[in-house]
């Protein structure tokens, strides 16, 4: 079933990627970010009240589909990906069953890791994410945004809920204070690199699963 429903709740998503990715967070954490934006702040804006940031991961790339989202994330405080992934779970689940007046789990078991430890799986696993994923969303599907490559990519440059138009513009986004590119940025170092490599990609036109290649490559 859907994870969100509307527009509210995919920037609801993009709210607790930045402000829950913190070893400290505000029990009226919301309510407060509200009050900033009456202010003139943006959503993405850290309340002054708010003591510094700590990261517990780096989020490097995520794409919000509708009824799951994908994550690349480097740990940077010890157990910081559970405790990230926890809060974020938590979060979107209680907010889901007050608003919509559900009950129960929001998602199927627990989430789903896999430890990136080789360079072209890492590359491989960037593109599935982003591009993948972002695609399928395209009007007409996958194969027609492979054949209307040009005008699909710019569609996805415009879909706000990935990390695709963060590498795929120069600009600033707002979507630029929850990403830390670290690797990826190495990787994808400007915004016509970037889309070469989208462009292979889909001209290979290679969907495997990501948890299938990885064991593929650890058997070789």
Known sequence: MP?????????RFLKI???LNDSFISEHWEDELDKNVELGA????RPPEWRE????????????MPN?????????DEGGVSRFMQKLGNSMTGHFNLKYKESGGL?????????????????????????KNVFELYPGGLEK???EFDKAYVWASEYRFSSFADYAS????????ILEKDLLGEMFSTPAEFKSFVREFMIGRKFEDPAVLALSLESE
């Open 170 to 177: 120069v600009q600033v986004k707002p979507a630029q204070k």
């Open 145 to 147: 945004a492979a054949r």
């Open 3 to 11: 994870i969100t429903r509307n527009a509210r709740d995919q920037w």
């Open 53 to 64: 940031k700590e990261p517990l991961i780096s989020i490097l790339a995520y794409t919000l």
């Open 107 to 131: 998602f199927q078991g627990s989430y789903k890791a896999k430890c990136i430890g080789e360079d072209n799986y890492f590359r491989y696993l960037a593109m599935y994410v982003m591009v």
């Open 42 to 45: 943006s959503l993405f804006d």
């Open 17 to 19: 990627l930045c402000h």
């Open 68 to 76: 799951h989202f994908h994550l690349i994330l480097k740990e940077i």
